[in-house]
């Protein structure tokens, strides 16, 4: 009897282990948009908020996603649930001369009230959701949170 509860063990064991990194997995492979808005020309890869006393910085990570490069002339724009349009406040661009802009960050300055409700990122004539939930995302003990999904109730540490 003893020799059948070993392998019904290491069985169950091993069962428990393959569950658990099949969660951890999809966890950390949260992503946004799989099909974004083409118009816009990139998808998001992460956002990135910090707070800073009553206000915060929201950092959009965004990844070409085509063959057009992004249009400098067109304007762009975060649009909160209150239907407020912000300009970022910061834009690094990533890449080189000969793949054009790979990689771009727009950094938007917020009030708190800004972060409740849904949240969408005009450019190029697309729109991007940024967030997608009510409420207010929540912040590590350092005031900084980091997000792979519009859903903003699902928070990682770094960037």
Same mark, same amino acid.
């Given at each position: 009897?003893? +020799?059948?509860?070993?392998?019904?063990?290491?069985?169950?064991?091993?069962?428990?282990?393959?569950?658990?990194?099949? /969660?951890?997995?999809?966890?950390?492979?949260?992503?946004?948009?799989?099909?974004?808005?083409?118009?816009?020309?990139?998808?998001?890869?992460?956002?990135?908020?910090? +707070?800073?006393?009553? /206000?915060?910085?929201?950092?959009?990570?965004?990844?070409? !996603?085509?063959?057009?490069?992004?249009?400098?002339?067109?304007?762009?724009?975060?649009?909160?649930?209150?239907?407020?349009?912000?300009?970022?406040?910061?834009?690094? /661009?990533?890449?080189?001369?000969?793949?054009? /802009?790979?990689?771009?960050?727009?950094?938007?300055?917020?009030?708190?009230?800004?972060?409740?409700?849904?949240?969408?990122?005009?450019? !190029?004539?697309?729109?991007?959701?940024?967030?997608? !939930?009510?409420?207010?995302?929540?912040?590590?003990?350092?005031?900084?949170?980091?997000?792979?999904?519009?859903?903003?109730?699902?928070?990682?540490?770094?960037?």
């Amino acid at each position: 009897m003893a +020799s059948m509860k070993r392998p019904l063990l290491r069985l169950l064991i091993a069962a428990l282990l393959v569950a658990v990194t099949f /969660f951890a997995v999809k966890l950390w492979t949260g992503k946004y948009a799989r099909d974004p808005d083409p118009r816009a020309r990139y998808r998001i890869e992460a956002a990135r908020l910090e +707070s800073d006393r009553s /206000f915060k910085w929201l950092e959009i990570h965004l990844r070409k !996603n085509g063959d057009k490069d992004h249009d400098m002339l067109l304007p762009v724009r975060l649009v909160t649930a209150d239907g407020k349009e912000h300009e970022p406040a910061d834009t690094t /661009f990533g890449g080189g001369p000969e793949k054009g /802009f790979t990689d771009i960050w727009f950094k938007f300055w917020l009030e708190d009230e800004s972060l409740v409700g849904k949240i969408d990122l005009r450019m !190029n004539g697309g729109t991007l959701r940024v967030k997608t !939930n009510e409420g207010a995302p929540t912040f590590d003990k350092d005031g900084k949170a980091v997000l792979r999904s519009a859903d903003w109730g699902k928070t990682w540490p770094g960037f």
